[in-house]
Nanobody, 125 residues
Framework: EVQLQASGGGLVQAGGSLRLSCVGS????????MAWFRQAPGKEREGVSC????????HYTDSVKGRFVISSDYVKNMVYLQMNNLKPEDTAVYYC??????????????????WGQGTQVTVSS
């Protein structure tokens, strides 16, 4: 059984930083594209960042470029999202996902993945 466990969310002031972590079991991370999504109140879930299983290329949605960094440790089956210079509009529930799709442009556009439970990120102004 595939399980993903996200952690690291919390309450932070604008301009602050948080590091989200996601640990997986029941799967080999190398075989999956790993991604972070988020869902703000009243909005659809959106893909934030992704690491492609095909070539390791990394994707960021435009609103987080230059502020967020995704990384992974496949030995530990971990994926991280370092979030810097947080803004109130980053407030959302963040989810990690493992996808069998090889390319991030497909990963972030679909929902057919393994999902972890969400972790709440709240950024105060």
């Amino acid at each position: 059984e595939v399980q993903l466990q996200a952690s690291g969310g919390g309450l932070v002031q604008a301009g602050g930083s948080l590091r989200l972590s996601c640990v997986g079991s029941g799967l080999i991370f190398d075989d999956y594209s790993m991604a972070w999504f988020r869902q703000a109140p009243g909005k659809e879930r959106e893909g934030v960042s992704c690491i492609s299983s095909s070539d390791g290329s990394i994707h960021y949605t435009d609103s987080v470029k230059g502020r967020f960094v995704i990384s992974s440790d496949y030995v530990k089956n971990m994926v991280y999202l370092q979030m810097n210079n947080l803004k109130p509009e980053d407030t959302a529930v963040y989810y990690c996902a493992a996808s069998s799709f090889e390319y991030c442009d497909i990963v972030v556009a679909t929902e057919n993945h393994y999902w972890g439970q969400g972790t709440q990120v709240t950024v105060s102004s």
